[in-house]
């Protein structure tokens, strides 16, 4: 009950809902960095929500199904073909045994999650399944998949062999933001620039995060002491170009936050590619909230529909 891995593409990691709570020894809670994707991939294949899958950063991962099984590519978009023929993503779907997996690269997005029916069972390490990359430990062996690495299978729930599909949600290219603590320090001309300037991803961003390319902002704030950061917070460094978290961000950090991206839109601040444009949109507390729950209210009715156990 296994998979085989025969081409990782350029970045492939086991990844889960991630390790919170260990922020205390500098480990980052981690996990997929589109966690939307995760759990929409798990309930298409009828898993926890959380079960550990595979992330691919950018597509062009391999692999064969050493059993018959069900599966489903979500996150970004990309061609797509078992033993040649094509599938689509955002659907279910199902592999005989030594049937191959070949993930052509993203179209539309930035990481694919590919989630199997039974999860992927690597050992949990402090309460997860992720792959730490900077700390080397969980996943597959603390690294980043390679050729011939064979992952095991957890137990698959039985499943009707209908395929399912779920509409992918809408990315844009508009972060919803609430001012960070240092917001109110910043110059009026540079909160505009913040919020109304286009921000270009760069080539160098990564899973901690995206480092964005404008209209350098001055701000004159310096360094502060260091305080304790999170995904999602919007650093702003002396040279006066944002750097936005992501899943594997460290917990500690000396850079002014002016702006924090809403946990409803985590999911959009992965899936944008090196070259690509966004913008960043103020909210208030209240639509924050009101988009959370908006977005767990959407997981729930999905679960009644694909006729899942409510979790």
Request: with cysteine.
């Amino acid at each position: 009950m296994t998979v085989t891995i025969l081409k990782p593409g350029p970045l492939s990691s086991v990844q889960d809902a991630g390790r919170p709570g260990h922020g205390g020894i500098g480990l980052p809670a981690g996990g997929a960095c589109d966690a939307l994707a995760l759990q929409l991939g798990n309930l298409l294949v009828g898993n926890d929500q959380g079960a550990a899958g595979i992330e691919i950063s950018l597509g062009g991962l391999q692999l064969r199904f050493d059993r018959a099984c069900s599966f489903a590519l979500t996150g970004a978009l990309a061609d797509a073909t078992l033993d040649g023929v094509p599938v689509g993503c955002w659907r279910r779907l199902h592999a005989q045994a030594g049937q191959v997996l070949a993930v052509g690269y993203a179209v539309l997005g930035a990481r694919l999650l590919l989630c199997v029916a039974g999860g992927i069972e690597v050992p949990v390490v402090m309460g997860s399944r992720a792959t730490a990359l900077q700390s080397a430990i969980g996943g597959w062996q603390g690294r980043a998949l390679a050729a011939g690495d064979v992952l095991p299978l957890g137990e698959a729930r039985m499943l009707p062999v209908s395929e399912p599909a779920i509409r992918p949600p809408g990315r844009g290219d508009t972060l919803r933001v609430l001012p960070g603590p240092e917001w109110p320090l910043l110059e009026r001309s540079a909160q505009h620039q913040l919020l109304h300037a286009p921000w270009r991803l760069t080539p160098d961003s990564n899973r901690m995060g995206a480092k964005l390319a404008g209209p350098p902002l001055t701000h004159g704030l310096g360094a502060l002491p260091s305080h304790a950061v999170q995904p999602g917070v919007v650093q702003l460094p002396q040279a006066g170009q944002p750097i936005l978290l992501l899943a594997d961000a460290q917990v500690t950090g000396g850079y002014a936050k002016p702006l924090v991206v809403i946990q409803a839109d985590l999911w959009r601040a992965a899936q944008f590619r090196p070259g690509e444009s966004l913008h960043f949109a103020e909210v208030s507390a209240k639509d924050a909230l009101a988009a959370l729950q908006a977005q767990r209210d959407w997981l729930a009715r999905l679960r009644r529909v694909l006729k899942l156990p409510q979790r």
